[in-house]
């Protein structure tokens, strides 16, 4: 995904903290992929907003306005005029609004603004000693020396300019819209400061207008008009004092600026859900869970998976441990349910019939672990890592946690070891864990704080069959010597693999143990 969409919530976590999904969550379940998928905004920021509010991995007030995208969705009219208006920022200059929003754009001390001020009427006082004095020849010197340090305060200035090209024009834009969405009565109840942002914002858009009619000039003028307006430019400073003016008030009006974006961004991304939902098979909003109930899914499935085969779930007072063979459905299952869990509280929408979670628990995870070779880190250690960060997290409770076949980089009798006291920690402390793995041992160590379900296959014409359906139990054996035969492994390959393994006669066999 461009950076461009990713910079509103960069913004947000550098400037508030809002540190949303860890960076390997949002990669492991694919957030990246999820929003374009659910992308149906008109703005260029309605899609930063969008992909905002899906990572910071909280509730949001989507829920409370269930009436207005029913509302749009029943009156067509009233979207097309909420689309044209948002369609007005969705050029991609309107992406570099947030660059607008980072620190301080600029740094003046009062002693370098009263120079500005002093400055800006020192040719005018010369031109009319010119005139009026006795000795004009000095005057006159005078005059040329103040406009060249003019000229070079203007050309300092338009460089400084230079850099909000398209960020100034588009911020104009931004406060323009909203102002005219906000005039719907509709629109502006969804945020009750709407109005108090945009009057706040009143001396900074007249600033701003003429900041855009200063760039029109440079970019489009024909040359004589545009001579013209620099000479008048450098001999005034009109623009350096607005540049630096404008500057001071964005800086001063930080606040009021974000509260429009969002006003605008949220509203994209109710009017987004309008048509999202008219695209998916069925949907449902997310429940509360019965008193004993931890999770519930019912034909619950995964956006980003065509034809996805749906699966039904129920947890009470325990977490969940799925074993089950190579590519038989582990994986994508405890996705679905992480993934559905953020939709749910982000956006009050669920890909299932029915799901009854906590939306207040957090989503962790460890799914994919990579070597760290550039700092010498070997998939274990990485691996340790991130477990260890999750841990310190998770014990504080209350989070989904999700798993896939954890501490993969050591041999089997540690693996199974650490694993059944890591995860038989982490399903205390309220936590719901959903966790896959291929070590069929873990069952029976984790058998009371685990239910157990498992994905099996079928071999049909030499060919592996999944039906991608979760079943309680433990899964039997494993497909891996399987898959070995069926890409043409020679036979006495699978037949010693399969004499070893009935044999037990491997690290961690009941020999070991």
């Known amino acids: 995904?461009?950076?461009?969409?990713?910079?509103?919530?960069?913004?947000?976590?550098?400037?508030?903290?809002?540190?949303?999904?860890?960076?390997?969550?949002?990669?492991?379940?694919?957030?990246?992929?999820?929003?374009?998928?659910?992308?149906?905004?008109?703005?260029?920021?309605?899609?930063?907003?969008?992909?905002?509010?899906?990572?910071?991995?909280?509730?949001?007030?989507?829920?409370?306005?269930?009436?207005?995208?029913?509302?749009?969705?029943?009156?067509?009219?009233?979207?097309?005029?909420?689309?044209?208006?948002?369609g007005r920022l969705n050029k991609p200059d309107a992406y570099t609004i947030t660059e607008l929003l980072y620190g301080k754009n600029t740094d003046y001390s009062q002693s370098y603004i009263n120079a500005i001020n002093i400055c800006r009427w020192?040719?005018?006082?010369?031109?009319?000693?010119?005139?009026?004095?006795?000795?004009?020849?000095?005057?006159?010197?005078?005059?040329?020396?103040?406009?060249?340090?003019?000229?070079?305060?203007?050309?300092?200035?338009?460089?400084?300019?230079?850099?909000?090209?398209?960020?100034?024009?588009?911020?104009?834009?931004?406060?323009?819209?909203?102002?005219?969405?906000?005039?719907?009565?509709?629109?502006?109840?969804?945020?009750?400061?709407?109005?108090?942002?945009?009057?706040?914002?009143k001396e900074l858009t007249k600033k701003l207008r003429l900041f855009r009619i200063s760039i029109n000039l440079d970019s489009n003028a024909a040359m004589p008009l545009f001579m013209f307006t620099e000479l008048l430019d450098i001999f005034f400073l009109h623009t350096t004092i607005n540049v630096?003016?404008?500057?001071?008030?964005?800086?001063?009006?930080?606040?009021?600026?974000?509260?429009?974006?969002?006003?605008?961004?949220?509203?994209?991304?109710?009017?987004?859900?309008?048509?999202?939902?008219?695209?998916?098979?069925?949907?449902?909003?997310?429940?509360?869970?019965?008193?004993?109930?931890?999770?519930?899914?019912?034909?619950?499935?995964?956006?980003l998976i065509d034809n996805c085969i749906p699966n039904d779930i129920s947890i009470s007072t325990k977490s969940i441990l799925i074993t089950g063979s190579n590519m038989s459905g582990k994986t994508s299952f405890i996705r679905t349910i992480a993934i559905n869990a953020i939709t749910g509280k982000v956006l009050n929408t669920c890909f299932?019939?029915?799901?009854?979670?906590?939306?207040?628990?957090?989503?962790?995870?460890?799914?994919?672990?990579?070597?760290?070779?550039?700092?010498?880190?070997?998939y274990f250690l990485t691996e340790t890592e991130n477990v260890k960060k999750v841990f310190d997290r998770a014990i504080s409770g209350n989070y989904l946690l999700v798993f896939d076949e954890?501490?993969?980089?050591?041999?089997?009798?540690?693996?199974?070891?650490i694993n059944a006291a890591v995860l038989k920690e982490l399903a205390g402390h309220n936590n719901i864990v959903l966790a896959s793995t291929h070590d069929n041992e873990l069952t029976s160590l984790l058998d009371n704080e685990y239910e157990l379900y498992h994905f099996c296959e079928d071999i049909e014409n030499d060919t592996l069959a999944f039906d991608y359906k979760i079943k309680k139990g433990t899964a039997n054996e494993g497909n891996a010597i399987k898959i070995l035969g069926l890409y043409g492994y020679?036979?006495?390959?699978?037949?010693?693999?399969?004499?070893?393994?009935?044999?037990?006669?491997?690290?961690?066999?009941?020999e070991n143990k």
């Not at 230079?162 to 969804?190: E, H, M, N, V, W």
């Not at 799901?355 to 070779?373: A, G, P």
């Not at 020679?490 to 009941?510: L, M, Q, V």
């Open 490 to 510: 020679p036979d006495y390959i699978t037949k010693e693999a399969e004499k070893i393994r009935n044999c037990g006669t491997f690290t961690g066999s009941k």
């Open 244 to 303: 630096i003016n404008s500057f001071r008030l964005i800086d001063s009006k930080r606040k009021d600026i974000d509260g429009v974006f969002r006003f605008i961004g949220f509203l994209d991304v109710i009017c987004s859900l309008s048509f999202l939902r008219e695209e998916l098979p069925y949907y449902c909003h997310p429940a509360k869970q019965d008193n004993d109930e931890k999770l519930l899914a019912k034909s619950v499935y995964h956006p």
């Open 1 to 86: 995904m461009d950076n461009d969409i990713k910079a509103y919530d960069t913004y947000r976590n550098r400037t508030f903290g809002e540190k949303g999904l860890p960076e390997n969550v949002r990669h492991e379940l694919n957030i990246d992929s999820l929003c374009e998928k659910l992308d149906f905004t008109s703005s260029c920021i309605g899609r930063q907003y969008l992909y905002h509010i899906i990572c910071k991995d909280e509730i949001s007030e989507i829920r409370d306005n269930e009436s207005l995208i029913k509302e749009l969705h029943d009156d067509i009219p009233l979207r097309k005029q909420l689309i044209g208006l948002l």
């Open 122 to 201: 020192m040719p005018l006082v010369f031109l009319l000693c010119t005139f009026l004095s006795n000795i004009p020849g000095q005057f006159l010197i005078l005059l040329l020396i103040s406009y060249i340090v003019n000229c070079y305060l203007h050309l300092k200035q338009k460089s400084q300019l230079s850099l909000y090209y398209f960020s100034i024009p588009q911020l104009y834009r931004l406060i323009q819209t909203a102002g005219k969405i906000a005039a719907i009565s509709l629109f502006a109840d969804t945020d009750r400061n709407i109005h108090h942002y945009i009057n706040n914002l």
């Open 406 to 417: 954890l501490f993969k980089g050591t041999n089997t009798a540690e693996r199974i070891s």
């Open 352 to 378: 299932a019939n029915e799901f009854r979670i906590d939306t207040d628990r957090r989503i962790l995870s460890v799914i994919n672990t990579e070597d760290d070779l550039e700092n010498g880190k070997s």
